[in-house]
């Protein structure tokens, strides 16, 4: 089962920003926190990670708290393209537990 | 680089007949992956490889065997196929390390079908 709770669907106004909550109150010490996304049933696109400290990139930010058990994905600007259901997942980074386990994610709705 | 690719792109098969979906990576990423997804659901993890010659079972591996004979293929076999192997298959590949963790790639995936 997934080690995390997302809300099933949220809906953010073009241009506005998108924040996407994650609970993970589980998280063991050497898990860390990806967000995955997928687009109209194309394969999973990764999006971002970090493991304690919040890390931003060119396409969204992560904010997990100081206790590590949620996290917030933000995407500060959200298009229209930004429609998709999005996956929070933990996980070890590699060896026999590097298998990412998917929920039912989020699915976002970004409209005009 | 094309990443990860999958052939065929779609497939419908027939009760009991098999077939192998073919997966490829040009990354030269140690680690592959074999999902599957069901309508409305997430994906689950078949098998997964952490190198060329070692391969071991996921979530879901029943009715299904991989080999990993090279580092850049990881075909994913249906020997006798049923009606509840109809799902979208995803393959990935990676490069786990401290540093940059374990970033997946997916391929586009391969829609099949068992009448």
């Known amino acids: 089962d997934a080690k995390t709770t997302q809300p099933p669907s949220m809906d953010c106004a073009e241009g506005r920003a998108a924040n996407l909550p994650c609970n993970h109150s589980t998280i063991s010490g050497n898990e860390y926190v990806y967000w995955y996304r997928q687009i109209h049933s194309q394969g999973p696109q990764y999006i971002i990670h970090?493991?304690?400290n919040n890390e931003t990139n060119e396409m969204a930010s992560l904010i997990i708290t100081e206790d590590r058990k949620s996290s917030t994905l933000i995407l500060p600007h959200a298009t229209l393209r930004d429609t998709a259901v999005y996956y929070c997942?933990?996980?070890?980074?590699?060896?026999?537990?590097?298998?990412?386990?998917f929920g039912k994610g989020t699915k976002l709705s970004v409209k005009p | 680089n094309a990443g990860v690719t999958q052939t065929p792109k779609f497939r419908i098969l027939k009760i009991g007949q098999s077939m192998t979906l073919q997966c490829t990576q040009d990354?030269?990423?140690?680690?592959m992956y074999w999902y599957r997804q069901d309508p409305g659901m997430g994906l689950k993890l078949i098998y997964y490889s952490v190198g060329a010659g070692i391969t071991d079972k996921g979530e879901v591996p029943n009715g299904y065997n991989v080999s990993r004979s090279t580092t850049e293929d990881f075909p994913l076999r249906l020997e006798l196929a049923a009606p509840s192997q109809t799902s979208v298959y995803f393959c990935?590949?990676?490069?786990?390390?401290?540093?940059?963790?374990?970033?997946?790639?997916f391929g586009p995936g391969t829609r099949l079908t068992v009448l």
């Open positions: 990935a590949s990676s490069y786990p390390s401290l540093r940059v963790g374990n970033e997946q790639f």
């Open positions: 997942i933990v996980m070890n980074y590699g060896g026999s537990q590097g298998n990412l386990i």
């Open positions: 990354m030269n990423h140690n680690y």
């Open positions: 970090g493991l304690k």
